[in-house]
């Protein structure tokens, strides 16, 4: 392998000339403390922080920037260490997807516009995964990214508790009467007890597995505790390799392939990890150059077992994931399924990273010969209802429900919905099938998880906890259920979803991945044609910006100009 020489790294441009910019670069740079032995010569890392107060999942992240800098230092690199936003999944409203293009957009600017050879991405919260690995492979700089790693698993009254998954048991049981104030006080007590991401396989955990799997995290980081300190020697080897990985030009582009990211999506698969992966996955690809149709999602589903007993698919928790042996473990146990071939930012190939993974506990990581289910959780539909594709993860639903036809519920939208759904003179029974309309990218806006309907008040007390649900919109990766999620195109825009009434039939069946609304095509153009979109929500703004550029679900939600295309050119320096 041919390694760069000092004068070929990108930051020579601005610390290795003499002219009067140089200087100026210099000069500041010594202004902050710095010698110039510090720097002369040596690659520059860019440590992207998405910190920030709120967000408590990242609340490790200020003394993991500093473990990362050690590693650069110790490697012969100069760390620099550059804020980014912090996309908050607690607290962003009205959905952290909406912004999720706004830090990939951060991502690659900041990189492009300063003087870094190379990158370690510190995220996890949810879509902070996507988006930095997004930007950095726009800008295609060598680039390691850092999972923020669970949080420890949640506790009460002698059971463990899972972020997100149990919240939504417990509120229906509370929703139904049988819980009181004092317990429900009890678990917002215990169910969030360290830093971390959430514990659940929720759409972080999932991430951080698909940015192990397609090569762009360190073998074996995907499942390490945030408070374990085997994270802080993470990040710590972070720094170390990217260093090496700058002399090497290693980029994104020399890793991310077709062959990887069928790698992520099986891994996806034997996770039964969030729907929300589907979206990312489509627009990470999209960023590299690659297709990944809803399709290939489908066709890698049906070949590969389920084999990760977690919630809200299984039992366990990632602290207990960790310990079994991890996501080493589990991709050696479908090593026939990967192709191990790909590069990684290791420096060696996938399946090289495999070498002596175990499993510790075959309940948590089951054998092939005892999968939870033959085939991954997760499946695509499509019909008259769904034109380009609807998700539903079915390993998380009720089996009774995989074929079910039943009498549409509509509500217009989530005010609606809100308003009606406990009233006790909606025409529910347990076989309707509930729709939301206008969840979308477009209608949300930035597509909110709200595709996790609540179960209506009178049938919970009638002892139901699971029912067709339909949506344009997405669910937390901790949520569960027969939620037919991301149905493009959506209702903002006049997909066949607006067109819904109260009593339609609609007819899912996962066998068949069928979704359909089985009302005569003359009466569903007699409503389209009567159809009216609704004003645009934003005028002005990141938000109409946002509604200009955003794409379907199908298509990733990444907006149009933000699509590989034509190389952008470096920043000229004078
Ligand atoms: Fe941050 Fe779930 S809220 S990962």
Not at 100 to 126: I, K, Q, Y
Not at 498 to 520: F, H, K, M, W, Y
Request: glycine letters at 10%; one cysteine or more.
């Amino acid at each position: 392998m041919t390694r760069k020489r000092p004068e070929e790294l990108r930051s020579h441009r601005w610390f290795g000339v003499q002219d009067l910019r140089s200087f100026g670069h210099r000069s500041r740079t010594h202004q902050s403390g710095f010698a110039r032995e510090d720097y002369a010569g040596k690659p520059v890392i860019g440590i992207l922080n998405t910190w920030s107060d709120l967000n408590p999942c990242h609340a490790h992240f200020r003394t993991r920037a500093e473990e990362v800098k050690r590693g650069v230092w110790q490697a012969g690199g100069f760390p620099v260490e550059l804020p980014a936003m912090s996309l908050g999944e607690p607290f962003m409203k009205p959905s952290t997807m909406l912004y999720r293009n706004l830090l990939a957009m951060e991502v690659e600017e900041l990189a492009r516009s300063n003087p870094v050879d190379g990158l370690v991405l510190l995220g996890g919260c949810d879509k902070t995964v996507p988006a930095m690995l997004m930007g950095a492979t726009s800008v295609d700089l060598p680039s390691i990214f850092l999972p923020a790693g669970p949080m420890l698993r949640g506790h009460w009254r002698g059971n463990t508790l899972g972020s997100g998954s149990d919240v939504w048991k417990y509120w229906a049981e509370k929703r139904a009467g049988a819980l009181d104030d004092q317990a429900w006080r009890e678990m917002e007590d215990g169910i969030a007890r360290s830093f971390g991401t959430c514990m659940t396989m929720g759409t972080a955990s999932t991430m951080a597995a698909i940015a192990e799997a397609v090569g762009m995290a360190l073998p074996g980081s995907a499942a390490v505790p945030a408070s374990d300190s085997a994270h802080p020697r993470l990040a710590t080897a972070c720094g170390r390799r990217i260093v090496e990985m700058v002399w090497e030009d290693q980029k994104p582009s020399t890793i991310l392939t077709p062959a990887s990211f069928d790698n992520a999506v099986t891994v996806l698969m034997a996770l039964s990890g969030s729907t929300n992966a589907i979206i990312h996955l489509v627009a990470m690809a999209g960023r590299a150059g690659i297709q990944l149709p809803l399709e290939r999602f489908d066709a890698i589903s049906r070949r590969t077992p389920l084999l990760c007993n977690l919630r809200p698919s299984g039992s366990y928790l990632m602290e207990d994931f960790f310990y079994a042996g991890g996501l080493r473990a589990l991709m050696a146990e479908i090593q026939d399924l990967l192709a191990l071939d790909c590069r990684t930012v290791a420096g060696v190939s996938l399946g090289e990273t495999l070498a002596g993974a175990a499993i510790w506990n075959d309940d948590v990581i089951r054998r092939r010969d005892n999968p939870l289910k033959p085939d991954g959780g997760l499946a695509i539909l499509t019909g008259n209802l769904a034109p380009n594709g609807a998700v539903i993860k079915h390993a998380a639903a009720e089996a009774r429900l995989h074929a079910h036809t039943g009498p549409a519920v509509a509500f217009e939208d989530y005010n609606d919905m809100a308003r009606r759904i406990d009233d006790p003179d909606l025409p529910v029974t347990a076989d309707s099938v509930l729709v939301l309309k206008r969840g979308g990218p477009t209608g949300g806006p930035g597509m909110p998880e709200w595709g996790m309907l609540p179960i209506p008040q009178k049938l919970l007390r009638q002892g139901v906890r699971d029912m067709v649900r339909i949506s344009d919109a997405r669910m937390s990766g901790t949520s569960y259920g027969a939620c037919i999620l991301h149905v493009a195109p959506e209702a903002a825009i006049g997909g066949p979803i607006a067109l819904v009434q109260d009593g339609d039939p609609i007819t899912l069946n996962v066998a068949e991945r069928r979704l359909s609304l089985d009302v005569p095509e003359a009466e569903l153009a007699r409503r389209r044609a009567n159809w009216q979109p609704r004003p645009a929500h934003y005028e002005r703004g990141y938000g109409k910006v946002y509604l200009d550029q955003v794409t379907q679900a199908d298509q990733g939600c990444d907006w149009v100009d933000l699509h590989h295309g034509t190389a952008i050119p470096e920043p000229e320096i004078h």
